[in-house]
């Protein structure tokens, strides 16, 4: 079975797959949070935007759950020209359960290219409190699902791929379209070129050179205003915190009550991002061996490092020779397997499952259990929304490589590889060559990445995790750092994400500051504690 993206950001995975189905197993309770409303006053409309910021929204009802309300809106596909081309925004909305909202609550689950209409439709992923008091807006950003695609796939080959899935096959061009599978920096600008060629030729004219996430904050402000609210109120997870932080260094004065949940570092390049992540990757995967030798049952027997090094044979073994899926005909290679392992570290109340999916896959060369939880299938996703999606996939590479220049040259793009190979022996797998492929994908932006100061925006409340995988504690620090007024949070822990995942402190302490606009005191540590 073959997972796509293995050369994508996967570190900004949206936290709304396996992670989003641990936290709905959660039933802590937590105490009424009294809101305090929010001013209604309006803030100034853009010169030029007038048609855009002052649209009129038609909610409907939503066809697949009567308790949302679902929204298409416009908006310009180049901001410097509004005259010119219109693309399709996307809207879904769980309204406030008492029927009388303080205001509205914009989210974003990450990615880049992560849904956001998907996000608001895991009502437990936000806690009754703010259930009550916010109608929750989720919205898939400019190239992302129901909004104006980027499709990389042809009418021909997304009919295809839709029924290789209803006869439960492999669907065509997975690992083509995801342009995966680089081992050098040659081949991942090649495979670039190639794939950019197919995106443009099948996706709306102009789109790939708007997918930056600038444009993405300004479609943002636009949406708070076609709200009603004069301030912007956020929750941000992942790639969702950087969205958020360029919209307070755009918009600070329309900043209002913003959390920011596993926070990334503006300031970076691509390339130390990429290095930063292997080495928060590779300390997870030590984290998770050394949990599973604690407990009954290890598959990873012997020292730690013993330990590890079954883990490597294994992956190294299905490598050489896929191990079967069962009798589907199927089989997991080892390049997939890092790449699904790196998924399931996001969050560790998967650990003892993967524990047995793996004692499976060494003991029985059987990779059923093990192919089952790195790739889980949706039993309600129609095999014409799974194409759909897998010709969406570039979505994140269109937008990385907006917002990163590219950096180096070939020589440079291969000691960068072999940076996060020595820092991550086992997790760096794939996550090499961005600037090469950004090279070849050729569609870029002037944005160079800084330091943020947000001077004029309301505070901001920033949540890093200790042991997170995928944005490491680092960037929580940097990022508060930058902001001008910014409050971190520090959580112990592991895995990714904080909010409705690691217990009532960080809940709370969310849910106060977005309903009361209160925030908690300096140096705050919550003992991040597992939800059931």
């Not at 809101?35 to 649209?55: H, M, N, R, T």
Request: proline share 6%.
């Amino acid at each position: 079975m073959r997972i796509a993206f293995q050369n994508g950001r996967a570190w900004l995975l949206p936290l709304t797959s396996a992670i989003v189905a641990g936290i709905m197993i959660s039933g802590c309770a937590q105490g009424s949070i009294e809101p305090v409303a929010i001013s209604p006053s309006a803030a100034p409309v853009p010169k030029g935007l007038e048609d855009f910021y002052l649209q009129k929204v038609s909610w409907q009802t939503c066809e697949d759950d009567r308790d949302y309300q679902c929204a298409t809106v416009q908006a310009p596909l180049d901001y410097d020209d509004p005259a010119g081309k219109r693309i399709d925004l996307a809207l879904k909305k769980l309204p406030a359960s008492s029927g009388k909202p303080i205001g509205s609550l914009l989210v974003n689950p990450g990615g880049p290219g992560g849904s956001g209409l998907e996000y608001v439709s895991e009502k437990e992923a936000f806690t009754k409190n703010l259930r009550r008091s916010y109608d929750i807006i989720g919205f898939d950003p400019r190239g992302v699902g129901e909004s104006t695609p980027l499709t990389c796939l042809s009418p021909e080959e997304i009919t295809e791929a839709t029924e290789a899935v209803k006869k439960g096959e492999d669907p065509l061009g997975a690992e083509e379209s995801a342009g995966s599978g680089e081992d050098s920096a040659q081949g991942s600008t090649k495979s670039a070129v190639e794939l950019a060629a197919a995106c443009e030729q099948n996706s709306a004219q102009g789109l790939l050179d708007h997918m930056d996430t600038a444009s993405v904050a300004r479609d943002m402000d636009m949406l708070r205003a076609l709200a009603g609210d004069s301030k912007l109120h956020y929750l941000g997870a992942s790639y969702g915190t950087y969205l958020g932080a360029r919209y307070a260094e755009i918009f600070p004065d329309n900043v209002g009550r913003m959390v920011l949940d596993s926070a990334q570092d503006p300031s970076l390049q691509q390339a130390q991002l990429r290095i930063d992540q292997a080495a928060a990757l590779e300390r997870a995967l030590d984290t998770y061996i050394e949990s599973c030798q604690a407990g009954f049952g290890c598959p990873l027997t012997g020292d730690f490092e013993e330990g590890k090094a079954k883990l490597k044979d294994l992956i190294d073994r299905a490598d050489a020779e896929p191990i079967p899926v069962g009798e589907s005909g199927e089989a997991l290679n080892g390049r997939d397997m890092v790449t699904g392992i790196g998924n399931l570290l996001y969050d560790d109340r998967l650990w003892p499952e993967l524990n047995e999916a793996l004692s499976k896959a060494m003991t029985d060369n059987d990779a059923t259990a093990l192919n089952d939880l790195i790739d889980p299938q949706d039993p309600d996703e129609t095999p014409e929304a799974a194409a759909r999606k897998l010709a969406n996939q570039a979505a994140d590479r269109a937008v990385d490589c907006q917002d990163y220049p590219v950096k180096g040259d070939h020589a440079a793009w291969e000691a960068e590889a072999a940076r996060i190979k020595e820092v991550a022996p086992i997790m760096g797998e794939g996550l090499a060559y961005q600037d090469a492929f950004c090279q070849g994908w050729g569609h870029h932006s002037g944005h160079e990445p800084a330091e943020l100061t947000s001077t004029g925006a309301a505070p901001i409340l920033v949540l890093g995790v200790t042991g997170d995988p995928a944005t490491p504690y680092e960037w929580a620090q940097a990022l508060v750092s930058q902001l001008k007024y910014g409050r971190l949070v520090t959580v112990t822990g592991n895995g990714h994400g904080a909010y409705q995942r690691l217990g009532d402190c960080v809940n709370d302490t969310v849910d106060t500051y977005l309903l009361r606009g209160e925030l908690p005191g300096e140096d705050l540590v919550c003992e991040g504690k597992l939800q059931k």
